[in-house]
């Protein structure tokens, strides 16, 4: 597609539910990532994709927290049994070569209530 | 690890006047990436202007200037003229070559006044 896209947009869930967010990079991007952004704070790496395989998993703040990568495309991040220090906005990106810098989604806003 | 330091929280400006925002960061690598991102209040990171570390001259993209200072391990941004499209949250960042993760600053949040 012509930018990266992520759905839901936001997303409000109950307390030790789980959720899956999804990230569709652009076509032919070969390195996906996932940040975190908690409110008025800086971006949180959590894990990067190169192709389907991940290199670097180091930012997975728990075991709560899992990805997937499939085809070399979509992604999916998964958080289990929703904590309310999970709320916070998921921002993905994808890129072709890194040295050019990223190319950013809108994000979703997650809500844990 | 590297790391990446944003000294100023909030940043204001008068409109078309000129605004620096800091940046310093720690690595022991020679051959790297610098980037400055903006932020606006829909969320969307756009990419404002990159550096690569090997090359001496500042990178410049119109309105947007940036004074690297590789010994002093220093990345400001300059914004001349500024507009009150300028107003966002903007980060700084750093990646080692490769397909390494960007590293992010915890951002300066810019109001630009009319």
């Known amino acids: 597609g012509a930018g990266v896209s992520q759905s839901p947009s936001n997303k409000v869930t109950e307390k030790g539910k789980d959720v899956e967010l999804r990230c569709d990079p652009i076509?032919?991007?070969?390195?996906l990532y996932w940040y975190r952004q908690s409110l008025g704070q800086g971006l949180e790496f959590l894990i990067y994709?190169?192709?389907?395989?991940?290199?670097?998993k180091s930012g997975l703040p728990s075991d709560r927290f899992s990805a997937e990568r499939t085809g070399g495309s979509v992604s999916t991040l998964t958080i289990q049994r929703t904590q309310q220090e999970d709320s916070a906005v998921y921002l993905c990106?994808?890129?072709?070569?890194?040295?050019?810098?990223?190319?950013f989604g809108s994000g979703t806003r997650l809500t844990v209530v | 690890a590297q790391t990446v330091t944003q000294s100023q929280p909030e940043m204001s400006v008068q409109e078309a006047e000129t605004v620096t925002l800091s940046c310093t960061y720690d690595?022991?690598?020679?051959?790297?990436?610098l980037f400055w991102y903006k932020q606006p209040p829909s969320r969307q990171m756009i990419l404002v202007i990159r550096?690569?570390?090997?090359?001496?001259q500042n990178a410049t993209e119109n309105r947007f200037s940036v004074n690297f200072q590789k010994a002093a391990k220093s990345f400001s941004l300059k914004i001349s003229d500024s507009q009150l499209g300028d107003a966002a949250m903007y980060f700084c960042?750093?990646?080692?070559?490769?397909?390494?993760?960007?590293?992010f600053g915890k951002g300066t949040r810019l109001s630009v006044i009319a």
């Open positions: 960042a750093y990646r080692n070559s490769g397909n390494t993760p960007l590293v």
């Open positions: 690595t022991s690598e020679s051959d790297y990436y």
């Open positions: 550096q690569e570390a090997y090359k001496q």
């Open positions: 076509s032919g991007h070969t390195a």
């Open positions: 994709f190169q192709g389907n395989s991940a290199p670097d």
């Open positions: 990106a994808s890129s072709f070569r890194g040295n050019y810098g990223y190319t």
